[in-house]
T-cell receptor, first 115, second 115 residues
Framework: AQSVSQHNHHVILSEAASLELGCNYSYGGTVNLFWYVQYPGQHLQLLLKYFSGDPLVKGIKGFEAEFIKSKFSFNLRKPSVQWSDTAEYFCAVNAQAGGSYIPTFGRGTSLIVHP | DTGVSQNPRHKITKRGQNVTFRCDPISEHNRLYWYRQTLGQGPEFLTYFQNEAQLEKSRLLSDRFSAERPKGSFSTLEIQRTEQGDSAMYLC?????????????FGPGTRLTVT
């Protein structure tokens, strides 16, 4: 069975600092990769996704993520965070299992950005 | 609002009682997922439907849990003989599975408290 590890459970930054959140998965087959974000009091929403092609994907609000297949990683980055980026961030993997794609989420990283 | 909706938003019940939650997906989406999320964890997959067919169930899903999607539109999740360990946020998500692009749209969740 696949698993997803998010190594940073809590991150605290000041505005304008750079951000990198780690995500590693364990599955050797075909995967689709996602980052979701949950702002305080709101639903989970998609930040960005990778299916194939360019391993560097860009999402909303200046976020990007790089898929490194050899490292089974899909780290999320942003060069300069804002106070409004304060949220919970979840990495997720859809790994094919018997013809279907079963989604697995990491436990999340809580990001607090101080103004 | 044409997003995913869930009802009720909050449910408090006594141990041993049955509860039922409803999810209305985005109308053109043919896939519907149920997740459970506890504090400090990411969403945990429970089950999903493609149209009215229930295609996958998590091995973690107890026999006390049952889900239906009778007409391929809304879905219900029932928990029988609730236990305190069932206290969690129950999330519903929907997607369109015409290709591998299983981008999921989440609802606000139903928070269950078992006393």
């Amino acid at each position: 069975a696949q698993s997803v590890s998010q190594h940073n459970h809590h991150v605290i930054l000041s505005e304008a600092a750079s951000l990198e959140l780690g995500c590693n998965y364990s599955y050797g087959g075909t995967v689709n990769l996602f980052w979701y974000v949950q702002y305080p009091g709101q639903h989970l929403q998609l930040l960005l996704k990778y299916f194939s092609g360019d391993p560097l994907v860009k999402g909303i609000k200046g976020f990007e993520a790089e898929f490194i297949k050899s490292k089974f990683s899909f780290n999320l980055r942003k060069p300069s965070v804002q106070w409004s980026d304060t949220a919970e961030y979840f990495c997720a993997v859809n790994a094919q299992a018997g013809g279907s794609y079963i989604p697995t989420f990491g436990r999340g990283t809580s990001l607090i950005v101080h103004p | 609002d044409t997003g995913v909706s869930q009802n009720p938003r909050h449910k408090i019940t006594k141990r041993g009682q049955n509860v039922t939650f409803r999810c209305d997906p985005i109308s053109e989406h043919n896939r519907l997922y149920w997740y459970r999320q506890t504090l400090g964890q990411g969403p945990e997959f429970l089950t999903y439907f493609q149209n009215e067919a229930q295609l996958e169930k998590s091995r973690l899903l107890s026999d006390r849990f049952s889900a239906e999607r009778p007409k391929g539109s809304f879905s219900t999740l029932e928990i029988q003989r609730t236990e305190q360990g069932d206290s969690a946020m129950y999330l519903c998500a929907s997607s369109f599975a015409g290709t591998q692009l299983y981008e999921q749209y989440f609802g606000p969740g139903t928070r269950l408290t078992v006393t």
